[in-house]
C-alpha cells in the first residue's frame, strides 16, 4: 500500500489492547472531534517509554480540546497486560506484534541502526536514561521508525508524519496543537 496522504481517508481496522480484544478505529474515533494514532516501536523500548509517560503526564492538555490518543506498539497484549492495570494510561495501546499495521500502512523501518539514531534520538536517549527509564525486552523490528496520523471522525486525515527517526514523535506540546 502507498503512504497516507493528508486529506485521505484513515482505512478502519480491528485492533487489541491489553485488556481489550476486537475493537475497530472506525468506533473508536467517533468518540473524539480528532484522534492521534501514534505508532512508536515496543513497550520495552527505552525512548517508548519515555514518549508514553510524558503523554500520560501530560495527557489533559494533549486532549483539552476533546481529542484523543491512540498509541500503537509492536507489543503483545499479554506481555503487556503483565507490567501494567487497565488504568495505567489514560488513551489505548493498540497492540500490532504481527506489524500488520505497519506494513499496511507504510510505515518502513530504518535501514540501518546508525540512521535509526539521529541528534535528537540521542538526546532523548540520554532523558530517558537519565529519568531511569530501563530497556525490557526487545520485540518487533528493532529498526522501526514511528510515524503520526491525526483524524477526524470520519477518519479524514488532517496530519500524515512518517518519522525519520526513533526519535522523530511529535511531544505531548505539537500532538496537542495537531488536535485543536
Not at 502507498?2 to 478505529?25: C, H, Q, R, W
Not at 538526546?123 to 477526524?152: R, W
Amino acid at each position: 500500500m502507498p503512504k497516507l496522504e493528508t486529506g485521505s481517508i484513515m482505512p478502519d481496522f480491528t485492533y487489541d489492547t491489553p485488556f481489550a480484544k476486537g475493537l475497530t478505529l472506525a468506533q473508536t474515533v467517533k468518540a473524539a472531534p480528532k484522534t492521534a494514532l501514534l505508532f512508536l516501536r515496543y513497550f520495552g523500548c527505552t525512548l517508548c517509554q519515555l514518549d508514553l509517560h510524558r503523554l500520560a503526564q501530560q495527557y489533559d492538555t494533549v486532549t483539552a480540546n476533546g481529542g484523543q490518543v491512540l498509541v500503537v506498539l509492536q507489543s503483545d497484549p499479554d506481555g503487556i497486560a503483565a507490567q501494567i492495570g487497565p488504568d495505567t494510561f489514560p488513551f489505548a495501546i493498540v497492540c500490532d506484534p504481527e506489524q500488520t499495521l505497519y506494513r499496511q500502512f507504510s510505515i518502513e523501518a530504518a535501514p540501518s541502526k546508525a540512521q535509526l539514531a539521529d541528534a535528537k534520538t540521542m538526546l532523548k536517549i540520554a532523558k530517558a536514561t537519565a529519568s531511569g527509564y530501563k530497556h525490557g525486552a526487545y520485540e518487533g523490528n528493532e529498526l522501526q521508525l514511528p510515524a503520526v496520523f491525526v483524524m477526524d471522525a470520519a477518519r479524514k486525515l488532517s496530519h500524515v508524519h512518517y518519522g525519520s527517526s526513533a526519535g522523530d514523535v511529535p511531544d505531548p506540546e505539537q500532538l496537542a496543537a495537531l488536535l485543536r
